[in-house]
């Protein structure tokens, strides 16, 4: 069965940098779009940022300049580089994609279950 598993979380001071990684698995896939959420404690999911199947990014206002999503397709990977880390970028992050496979088969809306990014002043 298809599935993503997101690492790379844990805790960091402020101004510092981590990694999201989002591996994909169940298939091969060529082409990919990904998503990354964010879901802060008492708070509501919001979307942090996108990559689609064209490459075109977008961004959270809160997150720009300082957040960067990318994927590595042929190795069923998703990224999002986060530096300059704030306390209010503390939350559960999760990953979400749709996913095509060689043989033109698409996956549509599969998502982690998310890694904690906690950020301390």
């Known amino acids: 069965q298809v599935q993503l598993v997101e690492s790379g979380g844990g805790l960091v001071q402020a101004g510092g940098s981590l990694r999201l990684s989002c591996a994909a698995s169940?298939?091969?896939?060529?082409?990919?779009?990904y998503d990354w959420y964010r879901q802060p404690p008492g708070k509501q999911r919001a979307l942090v940022a996108t990559?689609?199947?064209?490459?075109?990014?977008h961004y959270a206002d809160s997150v720009k300049g300082r957040f960067t999503i990318s994927r590595d397709s042929a190795a069923n990977m998703g990224y999002l580089q986060m530096n300059s880390l704030k306390p209010d970028d503390t939350a559960v992050y999760s990953c979400?994609?749709?996913?095509?496979?060689?043989?033109?088969?698409?996956?549509?809306?599969?998502w982690g279950r998310g890694t904690q990014v906690t950020v301390s002043a």
């Open positions: 169940g298939s091969r896939f060529n082409r990919n779009a």
């Open positions: 979400h994609a749709d996913l095509v496979t060689w043989s033109n088969t698409v996956y549509y809306d599969y």
């Open positions: 990559i689609g199947f064209d490459g075109s990014t």
